[in-house]
């Protein structure tokens, strides 16, 4: 006989229950989830580690809102998410959840005070466009076009523009897959600031270990299955970590 489901605690903010997607039918089905059980606690910085195909992105697109899960529950704070009508995914994603993806989907006629602009003049309370970029150390490049800036510097205004709108929820899809060490080190370190200063909870997928020691809870994802690799008592700062 199989274990009973864990209530969730109070203390979390998203909470999924046998969370399933699949994809297709008959032979041709994909079984990109599989029963998934997880708790999100607010204000943790969470790490999903594994490999390309193990489900870690619809895992992360079925939290946001951008896709609906084929079985299970998903909840954040009692909201049901997975049952929502379109309108209400609508309003989760333009007021709960900020996107940071490995590209950065920034507009290339606006410069980098003017990209988060966009978020904020659609946001219930954003911070002021100010705010974001010195949460991200780019003050001195806010009037500056996504061309004249670096891949790391792009990635920290969309790091910006995702936090402007003051969202409880950070979801980030390989942030640094497209960077160096070096640049994504400084990217890193944005996004473990913005959670410690402002207590967002963050979840960054990857698929490189070493991140694993950032977090102050880490998850393995593999064949579609998850599963609670660790809890840190003492998260280490990304500068410290043995790149």
Partial sequence: MTSPIPPAPDSSLVVARELSKTYGSGNAAVHALRGVNLDLPKGELVVLLGASGSGKSTLLN????????????????????????????????????????????????????????????????????????????????????????????????????AIAKRPELLLCDEPTGALDVKTGVLVLEAIQRINREIGTLTVVITHNAILAEMADRVFTMSDGRLELAKVNANPRPVGELAW
């Fill in 62 to 161: 079925l939290i946001g809102g951008l896709d609906n899960p084929t079985g299970g529950s998903l909840h954040y704070r009692g909201w049901n998410v997975a049952q929502a009508d379109e309108a209400g995914l609508t309003a989760y994603r333009r007021d709960v959840v900020g996107f940071v993806f490995q590209f950065y989907n920034l507009i290339a006629s606006l410069t980098a005070r003017e990209n988060i602009g966009l978020i904020t003049e659609v946001s219930r309370d954003p911070m002021s466009t100010d705010d974001a970029l010195a949460l991200v150390d780019l003050t001195n490049r806010a009037n500056h076009f996504p061309a004249q800036l670096s891949g790391g510097e792009q990635q920290r205004v969309a790091i910006a523009r």
